[in-house]
């Protein structure tokens, strides 16, 4: 059974063709209206979410078909001590196809191997967040026309930032890119990253704790929010949140086709003055979230099929 778990899952080539899929859904929507009907997805969260749960949803209604689900651990059965293996196993037996997020990372791929439908990992603690990488690799197509040779900025929680890393991952298949870490030095990418993505790759990169020095390079600039989730300690976290906060004043000397992106949600990291730059494609992100999830839907649920 097909499941997504990690963005490597899926070829170079799978990739392009859910990109395709997903900007075909955007400019014939009426074609795909009927195309999951009596087809049921399960949302299964056991941490919070706004934007994964409800593009997962949306995206299922879109498609014609319908959603069940719970949307915190303690509205479930998790509650009372059941596994995840045997979550997956009951939930088989309601739906066609399962979206899961999971505050442990490896969880939805236990759901993976014990589902006799497929899964999908929709972020396991700071690990993977496959489906956000999808997101912005269809952001990144849409606004900037393909994935070659273009310099990318992640910036803030580089360590606990799950889509960062699968990002990064997703990105090192494409020629000519050049990566820029930009984050505090306790917040770095992790080193098995640089070593098994970035070096391995031979994707040219370099740190630094200073944005605005770098701002001219970039033609994307992927701000992220510093994970209070996954501290040890509330003080660091404290001492750490408004490390960068991008303002106006800021991009002065930004590329005029910068493409500034965010997962989000954002707390701090970009100030609310920057939303009407023609560069701040956040919220664009979030509806091509919804495109992509409806093309991934119904790759995984025709596999299932054959
Ligand atoms: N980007 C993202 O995963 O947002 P939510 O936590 O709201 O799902």
Redesign the pocket.
Known sequence: MRSLIDILDFTVEEVNELIATANDIIDNPDKYCERCKRKKLATLFFE??????LSFEAAMIELGGSVIGFSAANNSSAAKGESVADTAKTISCYADIIAMRHPKEGAPLVAAQNATIPVINA?DGGHN?PT?TLTDLLTINREKGGFENLTVGFCGDLKFGR?VHSLITALSRYSGINVVLISPDELKLPSYIKKDVLKKNGIPYKQTTDLESVMPELDILYMTRVQRERFFNEEDYLRLKDSYILEPKKLVNAKKDLCIMH???RVNEISVAVDDDPRACYFKQVLYGKYIRMALILKLLEEAEK
């Not at 919070?48 to 749960?53: F, L, M, Q």
């Open positions: 919070p979410s706004t934007r994964t749960r972020g967040h956000q889509t997962p989000l949600p």
